[in-house]
């Protein structure tokens, strides 16, 4: 009996590490663009986590919101469409940063009115503040809450403390999902999120996700992942990415001509030349 039980250690200590996480859920989500428009979706998914790469997956349709902090780059693919688009970190944070002045310069033409606040609270919805927000983290039990401001709660989670990943929060906090003060905290979840409800903004819009795990497991995730599928044309992303600039070009065999038309000019007599 010593003997097998060694063994049982000894083959348990040959076998490699997990290199990831994946975890299977059931997702209600909220989308609310920077023009209040909102559009809701429930799906399946699929969360796969390596370090602080993060591929999210619809189990349904096969679309894919990439996160690759190794490489600084996110990735929107759609295979049903044939299409993807790609955003560096840097580029992603400027086309963000463009459209918030945008809503900042029409909040000052307005001051003193209701449209005023409104456009306030747009801001605030992305966690646009005067002044740096104070964030908190209360725990109870497996229970997480992190409140901003005291009373905007922007994770309200259960958590696997028996699994860590903390790279899913990293890379959220790497695209601007989160305020800096927010991501912060969010570390301190002390494991995987496995039920409750997520607010974070993505590309311009803001999210309410509630979600709970069906499954969680430590696994190898293979690099090809957090790679945009084969076969796909890169777009821009509608409602984020300005459409390429059309150019008007002259049709082939065209000929340009100043002359009157030919079907206005009277037809020459019998026996006339025509002119």
Not at 206 to 227: G, H, K, N, S
Not at 241 to 255: A, F, G, S
Request: hydrophobic share 40%; glycine share 6%.
């Amino acid at each position: 009996m010593r003997a097998l039980a060694l063994a049982a250690v000894l083959l348990a200590a040959q076998e490699p590490t997990p290199t990831g996480v994946a975890i299977e859920r059931t997702v209600k989500r909220t989308s609310i663009d920077w023009l209040g428009r909102r559009q809701e979706v429930q799906r399946k998914e699929l969360v796969l986590i390596k370090g602080s790469n993060v591929a999210i997956i619809d189990l349904t349709f096969g679309e894919r919101l990439i996160i690759r902090s190794d490489k600084k780059k996110l990735i929107k693919a759609d295979p049903l469409a044939r299409e993807y688009a790609e955003f560096t970190f840097d580029e992603a944070a400027a086309l963000r940063k463009q459209a918030l002045d945008d809503v900042r310069a029409a909040k000052a033409r307005v001051p003193g009115t209701a449209d005023e606040k409104e456009l306030d609270a747009v801001l605030e919805g992305f966690d646009q503040f005067a002044s740096p927000p104070k964030v908190e983290v209360k725990a109870a039990g497996a229970q997480r809450e992190v409140i901003l401001n005291g009373d905007r709660v922007r994770a309200s989670v259960q958590v696997n403390e028996q699994i860590k990943a903390p790279g899913w929060m990293e890379a959220l906090a790497a695209i601007g999902a989160v305020h800096p003060a927010v991501a912060e905290k969010l570390r301190e979840l002390g494991g995987v999120p496995v039920k409750g409800t997520l607010r974070y903004s993505l590309f311009l819009d803001r999210i309410v996700e509630q979600f709970e795990a069906t499954a969680v497991q430590a696994r190898e995730v293979p690099d090809a992942e957090f790679e945009v599928p084969p076969g796909l044309t890169r777009t821009p992303l509608h409602g984020f990415e300005h459409p390429p600039e059309r150019k008007l070009t002259k049709p082939r065999h065209l000929n340009r001509s100043f002359k009157e038309d030919e079907a206005d000019k009277p037809k020459p007599a019998d026996g006339e030349k025509k002119p």
